[in-house]
């Protein structure tokens, strides 16, 4: 992975100094809230509900294991001795002292992190596949790209105060599994005919209020001209944004408007100005970055392990757990693998102090020190020997990491919504609970299939709803909590957003309503045919007239459980 060297260093420990002291005048009373606002934004502090929030940097979702550590650490010194990783592969703090976050920033220096750009309007944490550089239907590694991207973005004069946030994302797959087209910037990595690396470049993707996806503004752009380019997109979004109203202020909404193509002469006219300029990225320093993700020190080994085979026959629990978590891999004998991080009763995306610690031993004993964070909210260890799994899985069961869910009904994505966030509409980590305990049964699970269901406590999307087979969205009526269902979203090559199928429903009746979805499923499915082929097949009125077909029922059943609570 990517180590700092001795700029690197300087610049984050003078970014540490000149926050610890605009956060001391602020205390002292010589700087305003109003003024302290937009530089605690740019180093991670927000204020929430409950109080702050501060939110750490993983860039592309790499950690080391001694990173882990430190995080672990640092909850159980700052926080409550848990941390939340979310959809753009970074962790948040949901509980430090607002007078600590200097201290909690100083220590994360002293292991080359950071919470710069995590907030604000700037261009925030580069996002990539959680397998970059082992996917065996990779066609590069992207990681080195993602780099080259951070350094460019971070800190830039220009881009440090946008009209809106900005949010890229790549992909070098031939799996989009980075949902590049949800992204202002999508970029992937892709081969001309004659050979030639280079990328293609998507523009005015998003979800949100108004969820769109991106269109391709370029085809093939060479990789030395990748920042010069992506200067003249920011460029002209930057000049003829919209900065009169936060809710059309993203990029997409200027795409909209002036459509792709006028969008697009924009951007090649700024270009001009720009291209083979000092932004040239050369082959030269693509190398030196490149050099950072070496392969790590493989061993010759068969592509098949005889026991993990016969640990697959002989052990039903391990096998279900492999089906789900153990992932292909580019050289053999190796494998990926996801630590689930859904179990039942336990927050999407929550990882404990205790669980960070014996993740961090886990990367350190089997899969060279290193782990990454997937946009899923899980944790993925990289390079596991196949001889390894079965170890692996019974140190990870025994610290609440292997539930044998990954992709299916209970692995949700869910932002922490209304219990936590000051701009939910409505609670989440409720309705995710709720939903994990009607459907508590692995073998059920498993009978389902594959099945995305995300969850958002308001409009600005953090739990990716609209990209989801199942979204749920919460929504306030007048104080009162409801939530809207969406259907046939899904991620992948094959992005598309899902649609409202009809007015929202109570909070009690969320389970209920998913079963119904799910019921359908199972009645009107072929063999093989996953949740999203079914409803791309049939339409979305079966699910509808189902989810709503028992609704007067579930409100009295609603009604008679209030005047219970009432009566006690």
């Not at 260093?9 to 005048?25: F, G, I, K, P, T």
């Not at 580069?126 to 590694?141: C, K, M």
């Not at 951070?150 to 800190?155: E, G, H, I, L, V």
């Amino acid at each position: 992975m990517y180590r700092y060297d001795d700029l690197d260093q300087q610049l984050l420990n003078e970014r540490v100094s000149q926050y610890r002291d605009q956060m001391a005048r602020h205390l002292a009373g010589e700087l305003s809230a109003d003024d302290l606002r937009p530089l605690r934004l740019q180093n991670g502090l927000y204020i929430q509900r409950h109080g702050p929030m501060l939110r750490i940097a993983i860039p592309y979702g790499m950690l080391s294991a001694a990173q882990l550590r430190k995080l672990a650490e640092i909850s159980r010194r700052y926080d409550r001795s848990v941390g939340h990783f979310t959809t753009r592969q970074n962790m948040q703090l949901n509980w430090p002292k607002f007078e600590e976050t200097p201290e909690i920033l100083s220590e994360l220096a002293t292991v080359e992190m950071h919470a710069i750009q995590t907030s604000g309007n700037c261009i925030r944490n580069i996002t990539t596949d959680h397998f970059a550089g082992v996917a065996p239907d990779e066609l590069s590694d992207p990681r080195p790209y993602c780099e080259v991207l951070r350094q460019w973005s971070t800190f830039h004069p220009e881009f440090a105060f946008l009209p809106r946030k900005f949010k890229i994302a790549v992909n070098a797959a031939a799996q989009d599994r980075a949902v590049i087209r949800a992204h202002d910037i999508g970029l992937e990595v892709v081969n001309n005919e004659a050979g030639e690396q280079g990328i293609k470049v998507f523009v005015g993707g998003g979800l949100g209020r108004t969820p769109i996806l991106g269109k391709v503004v370029r085809e093939f752009l060479p990789r030395k001209h990748m920042l010069s380019y992506l200067d003249a997109i920011l460029r002209v979004y930057n000049r003829y944004g919209r900065r009169d109203n936060a809710y059309k202020a993203r990029v997409k909404i200027l795409v909209q408007a002036l459509g792709i193509e006028e969008f697009s002469r924009q951007v090649e006219a700024e270009w001009a100005y720009l291209k083979d300029g000092p932004t040239t990225l050369t082959d030269t320093e693509f190398d030196r970055i490149a050099q950072h993700f070496p392969a790590p020190a493989y061993e010759k080994l068969p592509a098949e392990n005889a026991g993990y085979s016969a640990q697959l026959a002989e052990d039903k629990a391990f096998a279900n757990w492999a089906a789900r978590s153990v992932h292909g891999h580019k050289v053999p004998g190796y494998a990926a693998i996801t630590l689930s991080l859904k179990k039942t009763g336990v927050a999407p995306g929550d990882i404990s102090e205790v669980q960070m610690i014996a993740v961090a031993d886990l990367a350190d004993r089997f899969s060279f020190g290193e782990l990454r964070i997937s946009h899923e909210q899980n944790v993925v260890l990289s390079d596991v020997k196949k001889g390894d799994l079965y170890e692996i899985w019974k140190i990870g069961r025994s610290n609440g990491l292997a539930t044998p869910n990954i992709g299916l009904l209970t692995d949700m994505i869910c932002c922490p919504g209304g219990d936590l966030c000051s701009l939910a509409n409505a609670r989440s980590i409720p309705i995710a609970e709720a939903v994990q305990n009607k459907f508590d049964d692995l073998d059920y699970l498993h009978d389902i299939g594959e099945i995305a269901i995300n969850i958002s406590g308001c409009m600005n999307s953090c739990g990716h709803h609209h990209v989801a087979a199942i979204g749920i969205l919460g929504v306030d009526k007048g104080g009162e909590e409801w939530y809207q269902i969406t259907l046939g979203g899904q991620q992948g090559n094959s992005t598309s957003i899902g649609k409202v199928i009809g007015p929202s429903f109570y909070a009690v009746e969320v389970p209920d309503v998913i079963e119904a979805l799910i019921n359908v499923y199972l009645e009107q499915r072929t063999p093989q045919e996953r949740f999203i082929d079914t409803v791309q097949r049939i339409g979305a009125e079966p699910f509808k007239t189902r989810a709503y077909a028992g609704r007067d029922k579930r409100k009295a059943a609603a009604n008679n459980e209030e005047r219970k609570v009432a009566n006690v």
